[in-house]
């Protein structure tokens, strides 16, 4: 994938686990957000009742199969083997997780994203081999309990402001109300966890999204 395909594929991204879905089968949530308009999938398996080994693996396999069905980009939180193991598309690590440019190297065919949260943080993935930014958190929020402290669009504007050109995307409490002003602040996309995973109706929450980012 080049770069304006990753910027395009970064427009609707969503982020989930089980943990996030309500209940819900994780891979109906997902083929529900398909059918109303993401672009781009990550599994991030974290938070209380999370899976691990053999069942996450199971989950994984079938979130994965789905993606490549609906040529959605499948992307995988923190965890390297894992998504060697799922023949992901990509790997999505942050500041806490391992460096990326290790990653970089050891997955030189992977789309690598990196967490980033101020301009000299976005310098050093880029100059590290990092294909794409998260940037956040944009507005507060419940489902990252370790995450800093919100710093809202401005944070994109001062990293675009410095020169950065990457593919962006922010992250963090956003939702139908606010997806435009990040968008206007100079990201590519908004990724999100639970304006559409946790809808009660996931299909028309990444439909209302969907239309707000491509006007
Ligand atoms: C697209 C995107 N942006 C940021 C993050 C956060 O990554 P990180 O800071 O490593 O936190 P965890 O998600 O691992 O808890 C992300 N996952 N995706
Ligand atoms: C993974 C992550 N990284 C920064 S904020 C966040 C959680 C975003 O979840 P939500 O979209 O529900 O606020
Ligand atoms: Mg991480």
Not at 49 to 55: C, D, H
Not at 72 to 78: A, G, K, L, R, S
Request: glycine share 12%; hydrophobic share 45%; with cysteine.
């Amino acid at each position: 994938m080049n770069q304006e395909e990753l910027r395009k594929a970064l427009r609707l991204y969503l982020v989930m686990g089980s943990p996030n879905c309500s209940g819900a089968d994780p891979y109906d949530v997902l083929e529900a957000a398909i059918d109303g308009g993401i672009t781009m999938f990550q599994l991030r398996e974290k938070g209380p009742g999370a899976l691990q080994g053999p069942a996450l693996l199971a989950l994984g396999a079938r979130l994965r199969r789905l993606c490549a069905q609906r040529a959605i980009p499948f992307i995988v939180n923190d965890d390297e083997r894992l998504a060697l193991e799922l023949e992901a598309d990509g790997i999505h690590i942050g500041q806490e997780d391992a460096p990326a440019a290790a990653v970089r190297k050891r997955l030189p065919n992977m789309i690598v994203g990196v967490s980033a949260h101020d301009l000299g943080e976005a310098q050093s993935a880029l100059a590290e081999g990092a294909d794409y930014l998260g940037v956040g958190p944009q507005y507060a929020t419940r489902t990252k309990l370790d995450a800093r402290e919100a710093q809202g669009p401005a944070g994109i504007a001062r990293m675009r402001a410095g020169g950065i050109q990457l593919p962006l995307v922010g992250i963090g409490g956003i939702d139908a109300t606010n997806a435009s002003a990040v968008i206007r602040a100079g990201a590519d996309g908004v990724a999100v966890v639970s304006a559409i995973a946790g809808a009660r109706a996931p299909r028309e929450a990444a439909e209302a999204l969907s239309s707000l980012l491509y006007l």
